[in-house]
């Protein structure tokens, strides 16, 4: 059975996916050992996933875990998406930390206004 596009797309972002974390010696390429000590899969596994070779479910599974769950939308959806939603994070964080500034201040002020 041969794979469909859908399923080689998806090999080939995991494999860029990997090669981003784990990172080879020569460009564009996977330290095979590494991320198969971080799969628990062998060597052999992961270099075919370096190849564009799609990986299980328990491997997409052990990716959220092990990178969270904006790996499988880096897998999943069109590169455009991931940017979109890379900078939905940031300003997210962004406005995150400025609450806890803001947060921090409003416990000072209260303090020096209870004083």
Do not use: N
């Amino acid at each position: 059975m041969s794979a469909t596009p859908e399923i080689l797309q998806v090999g080939q972002a995991w494999a860029r996916a990997l090669k981003a974390r784990y990172r080879g010696r020569l460009p564009d390429s996977l330290d095979a050992k590494r991320c198969a000590r971080a799969f628990e899969v062998s060597p052999r596994t992961a270099e075919s996933w370096g190849d564009g070779q799609a990986p299980l479910a328990k491997h997409l599974f052990q990716a959220c875990r092990l990178h969270g769950p904006a790996f499988l939308l880096e897998v999943f959806a069109p590169a455009s998406e991931v940017l979109q939603l890379a900078r939905l994070d940031d300003a997210i964080g962004e406005l995150e930390a400025k609450f806890r500034t803001m947060g921090d201040d409003l416990a000072r002020l209260r303090l020096v206004r209870g004083k």
